[in-house]
């Protein structure tokens, strides 16, 4: 019975994964696009842009980038520019926040321009953009699950290091993750807390954990994100565990520092959260002036990696 | 002027207050009839202020209870106890120094203009209002451009305007000069023609026994007598008060300083001094051992030619010469570097570190000229607070009493306790004697003069004539921001520096 | 100079009883009674987080490191009672460093940036680990220099004076790991963070260690003295003869120094500067720490104990957090209404109010009596 289930599952992670991952063409040659970036508040954000940016190079399209700094001001005006200079023939927009962009849609509308939201949502009608690119968080939570669900078949006492909290990444990423092992009833969460995100805080919080909880009762640590997958790691270490192999690991994002511990058997898995939404949003204004019509969202999603070969195949 | 027969206006019946262990008051009564001006006096610390702030709902009273036209009343603050008729303004001024003094006046009662708070109308009635009491000046300007004086006159007639039955005044005339006194006990007797009763705190005695109809003294937080003023000697309120025999003793020093006297060499020499909108350009020496006052109505120069020579500010042109080497005066560091000291006109903005103890206030300036690192050891420390509090007769239980918590007038001894600690060469003391009791003041006057014996210089600035006379070697007169002569040795007399002052 | 000490106005009464108290320890808390409520506010807590946790108090050794709860408190509190010692002389001014946290982040980035040239291989000896700490330390105090001269000399207010870098701090150590998060290796910069002497993590050492030695520089000259003054009244104190610019400078690179070393704790725990997460916020847990040791932030008297206890407080309340079953999205309020129940029970006012509330009761026990 569980083992049917745990195929059925896995069968669906596979055709989800397949779904949505958008092949990256060429095209787009000659257009000006502007993209207004929030800023370059974390080391994701900034490899982000650079992607993009990248990608942009490499299919001829001349990008007007605009570093908001995380002011909305900065990002309406940078657009109100572009539309009233009426040199771009699209807009790629990476919101601060969520409310506040009717106007200014608005008004890129009026002017015929198109525009694209990455990253973040806002809360305007769906008619006033083409169409959303974004990472799927409930899928990165869902596939941290699943891995572990194979990797502990289905029996393991998890703590969980939250994301900040009331963030979409932390909320969506601990949906998809219990929506998992609500499957298996050997799987549960025993302690959770918050970590911010944040190296430091993961280790404080994992050594509260360690120390609260019977460490051989832990059997595996979810983190959101990597950072506080490594903070956990150093906590596990002083604890005079192993972590990887006492404790596992499993955490989002694929930031460069825990392929290292990936290498060192110290981690054992991470989502990637694609910073590559670039291709995707160049492809959707390429369609959008085509005159196709797109689904209002194309989420991107990683893949999930336990070791740093492989993701350096898909990545040359 | 008062009867018995009429009811009382303010009865106040076995008032007790103890902040920490001694009592402030014990068991005080006290009553104010309508109409009269009814003086309550003692020595600093007696309680005097203690007394109207319990009557006005600043503290809580331990016991006792207080009566208003025959009824009780609670009075919960100072806002509650106007409400009820009882307004009072106390010894440290609680004004508002950021405001203009139209705001001052009005502040929390706005006049209106079709609902709006008119800035134009309230100006308007502002400067109407203190024309009533021959004040002429520009109500918008920032309260704290203006002297003590007229902040206190601000604040009396704020307290004033209020429609009191009951106006409470602390120490109202210490900062102020002897025509403003006048203009304010006009407006005190045309207030008691009204009915109004009037507590009056001072220290002035000639005022006392201009103005008072009573008199109640306190000395330790108990009421030791209740007079009708014009039954009560001189002498005898004095000892009262100070619970010992006592004769004043204010008269003339004879000249210490002769020329030519190597003791008696120049200390500092001033050469036009200046500084505009504060002082025209002046000349000043003062000699060791000689003591120079300063005399001049309010806002004559007298603070502002202490401030230039503390380098408070600094002077425009002019230069200084400290034993004959020149020096730059660029500010009250370098001043107490060269051996200065100045004991300041407005204790509590000027002079007072509240929180720290009565131990950390006295050493303070010491302590800075020494520099950080050459910590005073705790020891020694209390020793000289232990020194001073017992050579001034500073009021407190012990040197470890935040400075706040003492009465106004042994604040004002600490701050020249500070001065002597620190021993400079020349001490320019500012009003020393405000806000001091009768007793001190004398003792003070003593430790002037003992001072110069040692060689010190001294720079003594007062609104009292007969102090001024009694002490100086030398009275530097001053007038509208300049000084206008001096007068030496023989030439001292309280009718010389009036007349000195008025001419033209 | 020392003829200025000898003056004597009327000889020292030497029968003269002894004073009582006794000077040392009440100058620890400078006189203030809050002390005692607020170890009694650390002392709640904490056995609160003992009935959160059965295992709070319980320390193990392990591998030669004490592990635990209270043990993690301590290491946790370190870099706070790092940054509230020197906020406590800021505030104490009537200053307030907001820059705290954005200064431990440039001293994390630089310790991490000159440790990787080492690690790749330079032989230049400013890289060496010691000299790394040394660079970082400076750094922090020309940032604590810098903050005092907007405040000392150009009179900005502190508020404003800092915020700049606090603001501008994040961007400064991001230019310096060229927007990177960089990790190293080296060992002694490990120590600062996960090293342990008799399995006592060794942040908790410094801790200690700051915290005596600012006493001493403070309360053993006449530091402490003057930089009170300052903040109760600046007026007074420059009449006084009180060098307010010294005293201002000094404070904040003490305050500097302080939040470099808190980098360096934050930095070796991870073995990895993040300009963008270290150091986040901590500006406010040690502007708590101190107002909960009862300083006030319109400055004057301050207790450099009672600060360093008001960090405990946090950094227990938070591990408390961790460890409960609450719901993670409740923590800040939990956090905030503890603070304020803790800054309450040290409110006279409230006592009082709280007293009034009791007396009919205390008045209807004793009439059935
Ligand atoms: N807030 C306070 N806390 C503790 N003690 C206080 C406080 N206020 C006044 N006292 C004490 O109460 C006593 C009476 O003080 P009070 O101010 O009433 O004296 P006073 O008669 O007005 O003296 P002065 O002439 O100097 O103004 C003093 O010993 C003083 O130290
Ligand atoms: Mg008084």
Same mark, same amino acid.
């Given at each position: ?149 194979? &990797? ?67 059997? &595996? ?7 506080? &997958? ?87 | ?31 104010? *009839? ?55 303004? *106390? ?35 502002? @400067? ?85 109809? @009573? ?37 003339? @020093? ?13 200390? #500092? ?103 950080? *690192? ?96 009694? *002490? ?11 000084? #206008? ?20 | ?21 006794? /000077? ?31 295992? /709070? ?167 402490? =003295? ?118 309450? =029970? ?24």
């Amino acid at each position: 019975m569980k083992l049917v289930k745990f195929c059925l599952l896995l069968a669906l992670m596979v055709t989800f994964v397949g779904a949505v991952n958008v092949k990256a063409q060429d095209g787009g040659e000659g257009l000006t696009i502007g993209f207004s970036q929030i800023g370059s508040e974390s080391a994701w954000r900034t490899s982000f842009t650079d992607a993009v940016k990248a990608e942009a190079e490499a299919r001829g399209i001349n990008l007007l980038f605009s570093d908001a700094q995380q002011q909305q001001e900065n990002q309406i005006a940078a657009m109100r520019a572009w539309i009233a200079q009426g040199d771009v023939d699209a807009i790629i927009l990476a919101p601060v926040v969520e409310s506040g962009w009717d106007d200014v849609l608005q008004e890129a509308q009026d002017a015929g321009i198109p525009v694209v939201i990455v990253d973040r949502n806002v809360d305007s009608d769906p008619s006033l953009y083409v169409t959303r690119v974004s990472s799927d968080f409930v899928h990165e939570g869902r596939l941290a699950a699943a891995w572990l669900v194979q &990797a502990t078949s289905g029996q393991c006492n998890i703590v969980e290091l939250q994301g900040t909290v009331g963030s979409a990444a932390a909320n969506d990423r601990m949906t998809g993750f219990n929506e998992v092992i609500a499957l298996f009833p050997g799987m549960q969460i025993i302690a959770s807390e918050t970590g911010d995100f944040v190296r430091a805080q993961g280790k404080q919080v994992m050594e509260s954990f360690l120390s609260s909880e019977d460490p051989a009762n832990i059997c &595996a640590v979810w983190a959101h994100n990597d950072d506080m &997958a490594i903070g956990a790691i150093e906590a596990i270490k002083e604890a005079g565990l192993v972590p990887g192999t006492d404790i596992l690991v499993v955490s989002v994002d694929a930031i460069p520092d825990i392929f290292d511990s990936l290498d060192a058997g110290e981690a054992n898995a991470t989502v990637e959260l694609s910073p590559f939404m670039g291709g995707p949003a160049f492809d959707a204004v390429v369609a959008t002036l085509n005159g196709e019509e797109l689904p209002k969202w194309i989420p991107v999603a990683g893949k999930l990696y336990t070791n740093r070969a492989d993701y350096d195949a898909d990545h040359q | 002027m008062s009867t018995n027969e009429q009811p009382a206006l303010l009865e106040v019946r076995g008032l007790t207050k103890t902040f920490t262990a001694t009592p402030a008051l014990s068991e005080v009564d006290f009553t104010l *009839y309508p109409g009269e001006v009814h003086a309550v006096l003692g020595e600093n610390g007696a309680g005097k202020s203690t007394l109207i702030k319990v009557i006005t709902g600043v503290y809580k009273r331990d016991a006792g209870t207080i009566r208003l036209n025959g009824k009780l009343i609670e009075p919960r603050s100072p806002g509650h106890a106007q409400e009820l008729g009882i307004s009072a303004v *106390y010894q440290e001024i609680n004004l508002i120094p950021t405001l203009s003094v139209a705001e001052n006046l009005y502040v929390g009662r706005q006049p209106r203009f079709l609902g709006m708070v008119s800035m134009q109308l309230m100006n308007k009635k502002a @400067r109407k209002l203190l024309k009533t009491f021959n004040i002429d000046i520009d109500v918008t300007r920032d309260l704290s451009s203006y002297s003590i004086a007229i902040q206190q006159i601000v604040a009396i007639v704020r307290g004033v305007d209020l429609s009191a039955k009951i106006l409470i005044l602390d120490e109202p005339t210490s900062s102020l000069d002897r025509h403003e006194v006048e203009t304010l006990f006009s407006v005190i007797r045309s207030l008691e023609e009204h009915g109004i009763g009037i507590l009056l705190i001072t220290h002035f005695l000639d005022q006392v026994y201009e103005i008072s109809d @009573r008199i109640t003294v306190l000395r330790n937080g108990r009421k030791v007598g209740e007079h009708l003023t014009k039954e009560l000697p001189r002498a005898k309120l004095i000892s009262e008060m100070l619970g010992r025999e006592f004769t004043e003793t204010l008269g003339k @020093r004879s000249n210490q300083i002769t020329n030519g006297d190597s003791k008696h060499d120049t200390f #500092l020499d001033i050469k036009g001094f200046a500084k505009r909108g504060m002082i025209e350009p002046f000349d000043l020496e003062i000699k060791k051992g000689e003591i120079v006052g300063l005399a001049g109505l309010l806002g004559s120069g007298r603070t502002e030619m202490g401030h230039l020579v503390f380098g408070i500010n600094r002077s425009e042109k002019g230069e200084a010469f400290v034993e004959s080497k020149k020096v730059k005066i660029s500010s009250p560091r370098k001043a107490i570097r060269y051996g200065f000291g100045l004991c300041p006109e407005d204790r509590k903005v000027e002079g007072l570190i509240a929180d720290l103890t009565i131990r950390e206030n006295i050493i303070l300036a010491l302590q800075a000229k020494l520099g950080w *690192y050459r910590h005073i050891p705790y020891k020694r420390q209390e020793q000289y607070a232990d020194e001073m509090i017992e050579a001034l007769h500073i009021v407190t239980t012990d040197a470890e009493k935040p400075v706040r918590e003492l009465s106004g007038g042994n604040q004002q001894k600490v701050i020249l306790a500070r001065w002597l600690v620190s021993n400079p060469e020349l001490l320019i003391l500012d009003e020393p004697t405000r806000g001091i009791d009768v007793g001190a003041h004398a003792e003070i006057i003593n430790i002037i003069k003992r001072l110069a014996k040692e060689g010190k210089a001294l720079m003594v600035i007062s609104s009292e004539l007969a102090e001024v006379v009694d *002490y100086s070697d030398r009275v530097v007169v001053l007038r509208d921001r300049k000084k #206008l002569t001096e007068l030496t040795g023989d030439e001292i007399s309280e009718d010389a520096i009036m007349q000195a002052i008025a001419e033209k | 100079m020392v003829e200025m000490e000898k003056q004597v106005l009327t000889p020292v009464n030497e029968n003269k009883p002894q004073r009582a108290t006794n /000077f040392k320890w009440r100058n620890i808390f400078r006189g203030d009674n809050r002390a005692l409520w607020t170890i009694l506010a650390l002392i709640i807590i904490l056995l609160v987080d003992r009935m959160v946790s059965p295992t /709070f108090f319980t320390v193990r050794m392990v591998n030669g490191r004490l592990t635990g709860s209270l043990i993690n408190t301590l290491d946790g509190a370190a870099p706070i009672m790092l940054l509230s010692i020197g906020m406590t002389l800021v505030i104490a001014t009537k200053g307030v460093d907001l820059s705290v946290g954005a200064v431990m982040a440039i001293c994390a980035a630089v310790s991490a940036v000159l440790i990787n040239r080492h690690e790749a291989g330079s032989d230049n000896i400013l890289y060496y680990p010691g000299f790394v700490i040394a660079i970082a330390i400076l750094v922090g105090a020309l940032c604590g220099l810098w903050n005092g001269i907007l405040v000392a000399l150009f009179d900005i207010q502190p508020i404003i004076a800092t915020l700049i870098l606090m603001v501008a701090g994040r961007g400064i150590a991001q230019m310096i790991t060229d927007g990177q998060s960089p990790t190293y290796t080296d060992e002694t910069l490990a120590y600062m963070g996960q090293g342990t002497i008799f399995g006592m993590p060794f942040p908790v050492y410094v801790a200690a260690i700051a915290l005596v030695v600012v006493y001493l520089l403070v309360r053993r000259t006449a530091l402490g =003295l003057l930089i009170e003054s300052v903040g109760i009244n600046a007026k007074a104190s420059h009449y006084t003869g009180v060098n307010a610019t010294v005293i201002k400078l000094f404070v904040y690179i003490i305050s500097g120094i302080c939040a470099a070393i808190a980098g360096l704790i934050v930095a070796g725990e991870n073995t990895y500067a993040d300009p963008h997460t270290a150091g986040l916020w901590s500006e406010l847990d040690a502007i708590v720490a101190v107002v909960i040791g009862g300083t006030l932030l319109s400055g004057g008297r301050f207790s450099l104990v009672l600060s360093a206890l008001g960090a405990l407080i946090i950094q227990s309340l938070r591990i408390g957090l961790y460890i409960s079953d609450l719901h993670p999205n409740a923590n800040l309020v939990v956090k905030a209404i503890v603070i304020l129940l803790v800054l309450l =029970l040290q409110s006279k006012e409230f006592k009082q109010a709280v007293g009034r509330l009791f007396k009919p009761v205390l008045k209807l026990r004793a009439v059935f009596k």
